[in-house]
């Protein structure tokens, strides 16, 4: 497995994932655990809710993309660690069927000031249904090692 | 069940939940699922990652949130309807056996330029451990439609 250190890294550089089927029996289920509200858990009471159909909690959609990040190539060294977001927002719903995939953006590299054996990439990360509509946009910051000396 | 309107909210109201068992199984199971990295997985390779133990996914944190925050006093009129969040971080690591609950607090309240139904409040939800230490941070924007007039 390839692990990228904060040297790999540059801005510009994009990964895509593979597509992951979304499962009508899996929203309601997610749902019952973590969202229980009628529009993810119920087809005719969503209906007459603002989504207008059975939509995936925001939350599910989430964690979907961060499988599919995971198994992904960007692939920093130590894992993919979340230090804040600049931007979280889910544009559209997610509907039952929906084959959803991401594609991340570096958008900056820096060097930790308090930490030099670390730093911090800014990634965009976009999950896209089967026609292309973002349905989740996160900006998020990344905890990345420096290349050990060593290596 | 008590359903709030934009009118039935203003700045500075605050919201608790319950508390809720975070079991280590149900950290494994998560993570397998939606974030399967070594430091959410298996005891003794998160020995050695940041998290220096079984940390659970931030993901699996922010949808028990949820699930605290649906259960909640919160209950504005329609749902829990995220429109994009402000700030979002997890401070500390969520353990085994730690109790969740969460804390809202409502930071404004404002009527929608286009949309004269509804508007938006924004609202700063904090998880806490059994320590009452934080660790989630997330300040999102609600939509709340506004009192019919015949209500």
């Known amino acids: 497995m390839i692990e990228r250190y904060l040297e790999d890294f540059e801005a510009g550089q994009t990964f895509r994932s593979r597509r992951i089927h979304i499962d009508v029996d899996r929203i309601k289920s997610f749902a019952a655990e973590f969202d229980p509200q009628p529009f993810h858990l119920d087809e005719s009471a969503a209906i007459d809710s603002i989504f207008r159909g059975l939509a995936a909690s925001g939350w599910h959609t989430a964690a979907i993309t ?8 960007l692939k920093p060294a130590g894992g993919i660690l979340g230090a804040g977001f600049d931007e979280f927002r889910w544009p559209r719903p997610v509907r039952p069927g929906d084959e959803l995939r991401v594609e991340s953006e570096v958008l900056e590299v820096r060097v930790s000031k308090s930490r030099p054996d670390q730093g911090v990439i800014k990634v965009r990360t ?26």
Chains 1, 2 share one sequence.
């Open 126 to 151: 976009t999950t896209l249904n089967q026609n292309n509509e973002p349905v989740q946009v996160l900006v998020g910051n990344l905890i990345v090692p420096r290349r050990p000396a060593s290596s």
């Open 66 to 73: 961060m499988r599919l990040l995971v198994e992904g190539d």
